[in-house]
């Protein structure tokens, strides 16, 4: 069993729980739950990076990817917020 600690999550035999206010598959991007463009252009610096030397399908591939999870972190983050509305 392989633990690794990051300073945004803790990973455990390939999978990543991220700390609050991070996503992305090693907690690499920073989810601000009111701003999906902030998100986006993490997504847009994080596949540049990976990418830079490569086809431009891994760019569109990462970007898609990435792109979902800011887009369902903000979903998840609202559902949970009008529940917690409604329970006052």
């Known amino acids: 069993m392989l633990f690794l600690i990051l300073e945004r999550g803790l990973c455990k035999n390939g999978k990543c729980n991220c700390m609050p206010g991070f996503i992305g598959e090693y907690?690499?991007?920073?989810?601000?739950?009111?701003?999906?463009?902030?998100?986006?252009?993490?997504?847009?610096?994080?596949?540049?990076?990976?990418?830079?030397?490569t086809e431009i399908s891994c760019y569109s591939n990462c970007s898609n990817d990435c792109n979902s999870m800011c887009i369902d972190k903000l979903q998840i983050d609202k559902i949970s917020n009008n529940s917690n509305l409604n329970k006052n």
């Open 27 to 53: 907690c690499e991007i920073a989810s601000n739950p009111k701003s999906v463009v902030e998100c986006a252009s993490q997504c847009l610096d994080k596949c540049l990076k990976e990418c830079k030397d």
